[in-house]
């Protein structure tokens, strides 16, 4: 039942082993995962930054075809003035001279909405550059943010590793403790065989030689197969009790164990 107990502890223990094992190959997708996500949030950063210059120029060149559209109105009123001196000196052309002139002004009035148009999609470029800066830094906290899940799994990971380590003491303390509980049960053989010859010959002696002694004899041959049977399995038993001993020192030094399962196998 001891054995039937520990090895039902044993599968139990190799089991736990295995759960951590794919614990941590899901930790180490999760890692793969979240550099993928910094390189994607680089990538969004450059392109912010692209399209930010590209507002800025467009701005730029918003601005100087506003300057234009102002030259062009100067210039409009210049020609209406001279059309009104042309008025002053022929009155033939007086109507013509009308048309052209209100045709001028609403050349003006619509400068003047070009105008207004172009100022407010210079605003609007500013609005877009400074949302830009801020999708900017949300990107780099983004990558701070990252950069921290990286490190909590790495700690992780150091974690997992440190209760891998502490189950294989633990499935190595539990053979130990089977192989200390053999060898208690071969000293109780030995005890009970030495206590069965004992037993034997002082029936012998007390009673002496009759038909009552081939029963005796039994008893002593059974206690001397009984004490040399515990002999043999407790010296086997010294000798992997040595082994987990090396074992026990070699995990204690925080150490890898090497062969750990194959001590446990061959008990």
């Given at each position: 039942?001891?054995?039937?107990?520990?090895?039902?502890?044993?599968?139990?223990?190799?089991?736990?082993?295995?759960?951590?094992?794919?614990?941590?190959?899901?930790?180490?997708?999760?890692?793969?995962?979240?550099?993928?996500?910094?390189?994607?949030?680089?990538?969004?950063?450059?392109?912010?930054?692209?399209?930010?210059?590209?507002?800025?120029?467009?701005?730029?060149?918003?601005?100087?075809?506003?300057?234009?559209?102002?030259?062009?109105?100067?210039?409009?009123?210049?020609?209406?003035?001279?059309?009104?001196?042309?008025?002053?000196?022929?009155?033939?052309?007086t109507e013509l001279a009308g048309r052209r002139t209100a045709l001028a002004e609403g050349r003006t009035e619509l400068a003047g909405r070009r105008t207004a148009l172009a100022e407010g999609r210079t605003?609007?470029?500013?609005?877009?550059?400074?949302?830009a800066e801020g999708r900017t830094e949300l990107a780099g906290r983004r990558t701070e943010l990252s950069n921290q899940?990286?490190?909590?799994?790495?700690?992780?990971?150091?974690?997992?590793?440190?209760?891998?380590?502490?189950?294989?003491?633990?499935?190595?303390?539990?053979?130990?403790?089977?192989?200390?509980?053999?060898?208690?049960?071969?000293?109780?053989?030995?005890?009970?065989?030495?206590?069965?010859?004992?037993?034997?010959?002082?029936?012998?002696?007390?009673?002496?030689?009759?038909?009552?002694?081939?029963?005796?004899?039994?008893?002593?041959?059974?206690?001397?197969?009984?004490?040399?049977?515990?002999?043999?399995?407790?010296?086997?038993?010294?000798?992997?009790?040595?082994?987990?001993?090396?074992?026990?020192?070699?995990?204690?030094?925080?150490?890898?164990?090497?062969?750990?399962?194959?001590?446990?196998?061959?008990?």
């Open positions: 039942m001891l054995n039937a107990a520990s090895k039902n502890q044993q599968d139990l223990v190799n089991a736990l082993v295995d759960l951590a094992e794919e614990e941590n190959r899901l930790t180490h997708s999760l890692v793969d995962v979240s550099r993928k996500t910094n390189e994607l949030a680089a990538r969004r950063t450059a392109s912010a930054e692209l399209r930010t210059q590209l507002s800025e120029e467009r701005t730029a060149l918003v601005k100087a075809q506003t300057k234009l559209s102002g030259r062009s109105t100067e210039l409009a009123e210049q020609r209406t003035g001279l059309a009104g001196k042309r008025t002053a000196l022929a009155e033939g052309r605003e609007l470029a500013g609005k877009r550059t400074v949302l899940r990286t490190s909590l799994a790495r700690e992780r990971n150091d974690l997992a590793q440190e209760r891998n380590n502490m189950a294989n003491m633990r499935t190595l303390l539990s053979s130990y403790r089977s192989l200390l509980a053999r060898g208690r049960n071969q000293l109780a053989f030995i005890r009970t065989g030495l206590a069965s010859i004992a037993l034997g010959i002082g029936l012998i002696r007390y009673f002496g030689v009759g038909y009552w002694t081939i029963l005796d004899s039994a008893i002593v041959l059974t206690g001397l197969w009984m004490t040399i049977s515990g002999v043999k399995g407790y010296a086997r038993t010294q000798k992997h009790e040595r082994r987990y001993c090396e074992a026990l020192d070699w995990d204690f030094n925080l150490a890898p164990l090497p062969n750990k399962m194959a001590l446990t196998s061959q008990d």
